[in-house]
């Protein structure tokens, strides 16, 4: 069966998060899943989170015409309203 970029991207999130949780936590079956993805010529980019309550997201970039992966991991701090005067 063939991974799709999709599939991929979803996988390279999850491997991050196993391999950068703290090793004395319990890490729950958590769920990967996308935000948001477009695909632009031929380059992808993945707004990709978990159910984890960590605040984490992760953005994921398939840069193709070096056949290369990106990943940079956010942490969410604060959600304000900010009223449009």
């Known amino acids: ?16 998060v ?10 729950p079956d958590f769920t990967v899943y996308i935000v948001w993805q477009c695909k632009t010529l031929q380059n992808w980019k993945f707004l990709i989170s978990t159910d984890i309550p960590d605040g984490m ?13 990106y990943l940079d991991a956010y942490k ?10």
């Not at 997201?57 to 992966?69: A, M, P, Q, S």
């Not at 969410?76 to 005067?85: G, H, L, M, S, Y």
Request: contains cysteine; glycine residues 2%; proline residues 2%.
């Open 76 to 85: 969410k701090f604060e959600n304000q309203c900010i009223p449009n005067d």
């Open 18 to 27: 196993l391999n950068h949780v703290d090793k004395t936590d319990v890490l």
């Open 1 to 16: 069966m063939i991974e799709t970029m999709t599939d991929k991207a979803l996988r390279l999130v999850r491997q991050y």
């Open 57 to 69: 997201y992760y953005e994921l970039t398939f840069n193709g015409d070096k056949n290369e992966w």
